[in-house]
């Protein structure tokens, strides 16, 4: 038998239950509680829908991250592509020989599409792109450009083939372009109606078996 904590001692038998309900113990032994569905008055911090016990996990009220269960999923997901995203970027430099200019078209097809505003420059009007850097990389080189340097990053979503999934959001949303011309990135859509295309179009290439 494996040697008993002072919190096993204290509370025996019961110990093996605490994790089912919603009280903890602490490292002096001594008993707390966890936050509540009924005592639960909060909205999640991204999306903003009511968090109870059908939207939102136990394991995140216990440790008091006011996050529904999509969004948490999400942001996992966007941890896992974020990470083999820069694996890919790493493995892409160790190749190539020192101070060597990457050249077009790198082969690496993951990266972010994103949502910028300029709103000096482009008051009401928001700019879905692609990169294979860094969010704040491309506010930095879209700031030489923007004679204002108010560029903002507003949503950034990693993704497995950011060419793809631009192309998708571009189409979706072709009736608010700001201009006929095909290739412009700029639309008459508020940051709610972009974020709800890129994840629209990235949910219906995963549902296709596109990755």
Known sequence: ???RTK????YGDYYNVLLDRFEWVSKRGQLKHYPSWSSL???CKHC???LNETTMNLSLLRERRYTCKDC???ATAQNILKRKHEAELGELAEKEPPKKPRPLGSGVKSGIVYVIEMPTAHKGRLKIGKTEKDADSRREAAD???PHRDTVVLFSFYTEDRSRLEADVHYFLDEYRCTSYPKHEWFNVTLEQAKYAIRKCDRERQDRGEL
Do not use: L, R, S, Y
């Not at 919190?7 to 204290?10: H, K, L, S």
């Open 48 to 50: 903003g829908i009511q």
């Open 72 to 74: 948490d999923a999400e």
């Open 7 to 10: 919190t096993q001692e204290n």
């Open 41 to 43: 008055n909060k909205c």
């Open 144 to 146: 030489t450009w923007n």
């Open 1 to 3: 038998m494996g040697v």
